[in-house]
T-cell receptor, first 113, second 113 residues
Framework: KQEVTQIPAALSVPEGENLVLNCSFT??????LQWFRQDPGKGLTSLLL?????REQTSGRLNASLDKSSGRSTLYIAASQPGDSATYLC????????????FGPGTRLSVLP | GAGVSQTPSNKVTEKGKYVELRCDPI?????LYWYRQSLGQGPEFLIY????????DSGLPNDRFFAVRPEGSVSTLKIQRTERGDSAVYLC???????????FGNGTRLTVT
């Protein structure tokens, strides 16, 4: 059974810092991996989707990498801003278990002005 | 175009009552998912529809939970004889064919008193 973990559970950084969020999954047989952002009381907003054949995806100040063989993905946020404060979740679509995504518990990020 | 719409945004009900939660996906999205999220945790898969049929309902916790999507668009999640443990945010997501991103609604916060 696929399990997804995220470290750290919470992170607080001063504005302007570059930071890395980590996601690990136990089974490397995946179709893709997706990073989401969730603001308090809201649904999830898709940030980046990496297919299993890809190594990374970039959108603005965000860069996500995927190392499928080691079961890891990182989300790099450059020049962090207070508006980046949110919970960041990663989710993998397993190749063998149907179509649903398996989510990690998230990393709660606070960017201090 | 419009995103995924979920109604109601909040629902308070008494233990033992029946509730219905509605999801209106993005137009043209054939895949629809229901997830449940408890405080501080990642979303937990409940059921996945491809068109009108439930392709994977392995996440439904017991037979009090049921979901339909009769015309391949709007879906309703139905919970019978609600229990306090059913209290959570119920999230709906949709996607188009293939390895495409999930798009979430803002969720329905269900509170069973």
């Amino acid at each position: 059974k696929q399990e997804v973990t995220q470290i750290p559970a919470a992170l607080s950084v001063p504005e302007g810092e570059n930071l890395v969020l980590n996601c690990s999954f136990t089974d490397s047989a995946i179709y893709n991996l997706q990073w989401f952002r969730q603001d308090p009381g809201k649904g999830l907003t898709s940030l980046l989707l990496i297919q299993s054949s890809q190594r990374e995806q970039t959108s603005g100040r965000l860069n996500a990498s995927l190392d499928k063989s080691s079961g890891r993905s990182t989300l790099y946020i450059a020049a962090s801003q207070p508006g980046d404060s949110a919970t960041y979740l990663c989710a993998v679509r397993p190749a063998d278990y149907g179509q649903n995504f398996v989510f990690g518990p998230g990393t709660r990020l606070s960017v201090l002005p | 175009g419009a995103g995924v719409s979920q109604t109601p945004s909040n629902k308070v009900t008494e233990k033992g009552k029946y509730v219905e939660l509605r999801c209106d996906p993005i137009s043209g999205h054939t895949a629809l998912y229901w997830y449940r999220q408890s405080l501080g945790q990642g979303p937990e898969f409940l059921i996945y529809f491809q068109g009108t049929g439930a392709a994977d309902d392995s996440g439904l916790p017991n037979d009090r939970f049921f979901a339909v999507r009769p015309e391949g668009s709007v879906s309703t999640l139905k919970i019978q004889r609600t229990e306090r443990g059913d209290s959570a945010v119920y999230l709906c997501a949709s996607s188009s064919e293939g390895n495409s991103p999930l798009h979430f609604g803002n969720g329905t916060r269900l509170t069973v008193t």
